[in-house]
């Protein structure tokens, strides 16, 4: 394998990460997947039967299904922000990505309850004594029971403290998922309600937006009862608590293992990513006008439209 891994070929394996780009065989769990190019040098990403056809074999993998659910690409995606916020993505042309531990819930990252450690403890030391004791053909085993122990331990204390260096390595931007506007995320998500902006988008515009960049994952997030599951080693930042089910998140992730920085600016097409801008239902007419003219300021065409919720009814 030449190691290869050109930027069109991961986007080609992150866009068609479930099926064989040859004959459109959907990927199993523990299947082959095999990236490389062709005898034209153009990328490829086949299952067993369709690697005949690289010339060059760039990389192999054991497939695994996403941790995370892709949304439907016309899905319609919401970020409410303070005016302040709203200002701030259009002077940077781009969005901010939060380090993970800087949420205000802790939870984030997490893998379980603190009083339902001893079980994943348990768990693991069992499966790294295993590993330990069954090395791959090739090599030869060597440690005393005491040292599989010691170095299974090791594996354990090692996996602990690498969940607690992720959360300052991991950079997340949240939205909304949801046709209409929603009342309680404009009082979530806003600190001052009558200044208040709402931008909509749709998972396929924000991925372009973003540049179709392969190191961001993009999708929605799964709400666990941690009375009872756990979140996986590699997947804690896909999963949430059931109390914030009602956020209907879905979330962009990437990793920075070198950025001490509370957040990031993510460069953003916003002439693709933004399909229309809200105001507060609770924005005065003149709020509305003030938008309009920072929108002009920037150069932004955007359409700007009083929120929905202030519509009159009839009895």
């Known amino acids: 394998m030449t190691q290869r891994f050109t930027e069109e070929l991961r986007i080609l394996a992150y866009e068609h990460h479930d099926e064989c780009v040859s004959c459109g065989y959907k990927f199993q769990e523990g299947d082959t997947s095999h990236l490389g190019y062709d005898v034209d040098d153009k990328p490829l ?7 005949n056809k690289l010339l060059e074999t760039a990389l192999r993998y054991f497939f695994q299904n996403r941790p995370y659910e892709i949304p439907p690409d016309g899905s319609k995606l919401w970020r409410y922000m303070d005016f302040t916020k709203y200002v701030s993505m259009l ?41 330990i004791k069954n090395p791959p053909k090739g090599h030869e085993f060597r440690y005393s029971g005491n040292e599989v122990e010691k170095q299974a331990k090791r594996l354990l204390n090692d996996l602990e403290h690498g969940g607690e260096l992720r959360k300052k390595q991991t950079y997340i931007n949240c939205w909304h998922e949801n046709e209409h506007e929603s009342e309680a995320m404009w009082r979530l998500y806003s600190s001052i309600l009558d200044y208040a902006i709402a931008v909509r988008t749709s998972y396929k515009n924000l991925y372009y937006a973003l540049g179709r960049n392969p190191s961001i994952n993009i999708g929605r997030v799964k709400y666990i009862d941690f009375q009872k599951k756990y979140a996986g080693v590699n997947n804690s930042f896909w999963y949430k608590r059931k109390c914030f089910e009602y956020e209907m998140e879905v979330r962009a992730i990437f990793m920075n293992i070198n950025n001490p920085n509370k957040g990031e600016i993510i460069p953003c097409d916003l002439s693709i990513l933004v399909e229309e801008v809200f105001v507060s239902p609770s924005a005065s007419s003149w709020f509305i006008q003030l938008v309009n003219d920072v929108n002009e300021k920037y150069g932004v065409k955007i359409k700007v439209s009083p929120s929905e919720l202030i519509q009159e009814p009839f009895y």
Do not use: H
Request: aromatic share 22%; hydrophobic share 30%; charged share 35%.
């Open 45 to 51: 990403y086949v299952c067993d039967k369709c690697s």
């Open 91 to 131: 002077s940077t042309k781009g969005l901010y990505f939060t380090r993970a531990d800087c949420f205000q819930d802790t939870f984030e990252g997490a893998k379980g309850l603190k009083k339902n450690k001893e079980k994943w403890d348990k768990f693991y030391l069992y499966f790294f004594r295993e590993a």
